[in-house]
């Protein structure tokens, strides 16, 4: 198996595969930390990625986490005011990082637009990746950190992060974090990780349920292409995981990629 090859593992409904992946995220931040001291995650929005943060803040094994030495990053941010409830990271914090003993210095929130950089949402991408690089060892990829997970949600059009089908953003190749102009869905301003950013991490996990993302996944595991299918451009150094429910997985041609165990 590849990299790039993905394991699909589909649980019976959105609530399940929230507490499953749950379980499997404190797991890995736990082995990483095992290993080497820390771990960094990439975090998503949406309602996959909320719930299933929801569903580690209920988790009694969460306090095996040592939260002090997480560093937490983003895919993807709207790009508007700090405090702005459309943020990801404001999300995020009401669902489980306010609860947590978080080291504030690890917490590596994408800018707002009315940080430092204003509405100059290129020069707001520049520093999120300035900020990757300080973060980054000497065997990391582009200058970009060996993350442990980077968690993505795929959208109805099969987008994720901020990479929208035909979008500019998806033929990115040099750059590591971009500024969005015109996205399909609002807010049309944002700032995001590009694929080889993506493509740096050691695991990636693509989150879907519902029936609504039953096509996007079918046609991203369908092999079309990552300009027309962000999706399927999107896969780990190490592994690929596509994390579940039965209605979203229930177009998928059975002949493609036999599921791996939950």
């Known amino acids: 198996?590849?990299?790039?090859?993905?394991?699909?593992?589909?649980?019976?409904?959105?609530?399940?595969?929230?507490?499953?992946?749950?379980?499997?995220?404190?797991?890995?931040?736990?082995?990483?930390?095992?290993?080497?001291?820390?771990?960094?995650?990439?975090?998503?929005?949406?309602?996959?990625g909320n719930a299933l943060l929801a569903a580690i803040a209920a988790s009694p094994a969460r306090d095996a986490v040592d939260w002090a030495r997480l560093d937490l990053w983003w895919g993807d941010e709207r790009f508007v005011p700090a405090g702005d409830p459309d943020r990801n990271a404001v999300q995020a914090r009401a669902e489980l990082l306010d609860s947590v003993p978080l080291d504030p210095a690890r917490v590596h929130e994408m800018p707002a637009s009315d940080g430092a950089d204003g509405s100059d949402v290129e020069a707001a991408a520049a520093r999120y990746a300035?900020?990757?690089?300080?973060?980054?060892?000497?065997?990391?990829?582009?200058?970009?950190?060996?993350?442990?997970?980077?968690?993505?949600?795929?959208?109805?059009d099969t987008h994720v992060a901020s990479l929208f089908p035909e979008h500019p953003g998806v033929r990115e190749t040099e750059l590591t974090v971009i500024g969005v102009r015109g996205a399909p869905k609002p807010p049309p301003t944002r700032v995001s990780l590009t694929l080889p950013a993506i493509r740096a991490a050691r695991e990636v996990w693509l989150l879907a349920a519902g029936a609504d993302k039953a096509d996007a996944v079918a046609m991203a595991l369908s092999g079309p292409g990552e300009l027309q299918a962000p999706a399927s451009g999107a896969y780990g150094r190490s592994r690929t995981l596509w994390l579940l429910d039965r209605a979203a997985a229930e177009q998928i041609p059975p002949q493609l990629y036999p599921p791996a165990s939950a």
Do not use: C, W, Y
């Open 1 to 48: 198996m590849t990299n790039a090859t993905p394991q699909l593992v589909v649980h019976r409904d959105k609530e399940l595969m929230a507490q499953a992946a749950a379980a499997r995220l404190i797991t890995r931040i736990v082995d990483a930390q095992a290993a080497r001291g820390t771990a960094s995650v990439v975090l998503t929005g949406g309602r996959n």
């Open 130 to 156: 300035e900020e990757l690089v300080k973060a980054s060892g000497p065997g990391d990829r582009l200058g970009v950190p060996a993350f442990d997970v980077l968690l993505l949600g795929v959208g109805p």
